[in-house]
């Protein structure tokens, strides 16, 4: 079945303890992509990363980092959590740039940062 | 910069009611539009789009056309069901394809 798969679905941490949200895909997708979720916000798009090795900046860079070492993983870095990065997260993929192509999202990491 | 900004919810219908949810967008160049759904507890699932100005996305019964002298993107369904509850959000993808833009969502009740 083709899917985006997010690990893990529910996480709280502490303020400042380095965590990783893991994404993969099963597609083949060049494009990926991380965004948050936040009431009355939206999605903001955090990172994104057109193929391996490339990645760039969304509207929401600050305190995350990404990697994009596979094709199909694009983990999700939070070095020192704090309390504002609490929010649903979800990561994207598509065959390519969002100018024609349709993104699959995954279901979804909500995290809470006490 | 480019945005998305769509109507305030929460919308509550009854079944078979007409449904218009608004979404104006502000964009360099000529982006493409979505529309997505997000059911509860799931992520979400592309509606339609439109990649050029006048262009119509048409799915399950939902429409909506692009209008560049208006900058608009409304979402219309003639008559609702019950499974149509969810939350809608309009989203623009920038001049290059590489980054998105999303509405803050617009939750609807369909109520039989």
């Known amino acids: 079945e083709a899917q985006v798969t997010q690990n893990p679905r529910y996480l709280i941490t502490v303020t400042g303890k380095k965590l990783t949200v893991t994404c993969s895909q099963n597609m083949n997708h060049e494009y990926m992509s991380w965004y948050r979720q936040d009431p009355g916000l939206g999605l903001r798009q955090i990172y994104y990363s057109m193929n391996v090795e490339v990645t760039d900046k969304g509207d929401v860079p600050e305190g995350y980092k990404v990697s994009r070492k596979e094709k199909r993983n694009f983990p999700l870095i939070l070095e020192s959590p704090s309390p504002n990065q609490t929010s649903l997260y979800f990561c994207?993929?598509?065959?390519?740039?969002?100018?024609?192509?349709?993104?699959?999202f995954g279901p979804g990491t909500r995290l809470t940062v006490t | 910069g480019d945005s998305v900004t769509q109507m305030e919810g929460p919308v509550t219908l009854s079944e078979e009611a007409f449904l218009t949810i608004n979404c104006t967008y502000t964009?360099?160049?000529?982006?493409?539009l979505f529309w997505y759904v997000q059911y509860p507890g799931e992520g979400l699932q592309l509606l339609l789009k439109a990649t050029k100005a006048d262009d119509k996305g048409s799915n399950k019964g939902f429409e909506a056309t692009y209008r560049k002298e208006t900058t608009s993107f409304h979402l219309e369904k003639g008559s609702v069901q019950v499974s149509d509850s969810a939350v809608y959000f309009c989203?623009?993808?920038?001049?290059?394809?590489?980054?998105?833009?999303f509405g803050t969502g617009t939750s609807l009740t369909v109520i039989p």
């Open positions: 994207a993929s598509s065959l390519g740039g969002g100018v024609v192509y349709e993104q699959y």
């Open positions: 964009a360099t160049g000529y982006p493409s």
């Open positions: 989203a623009l993808s920038s001049n290059t394809g590489n980054q998105f833009y």
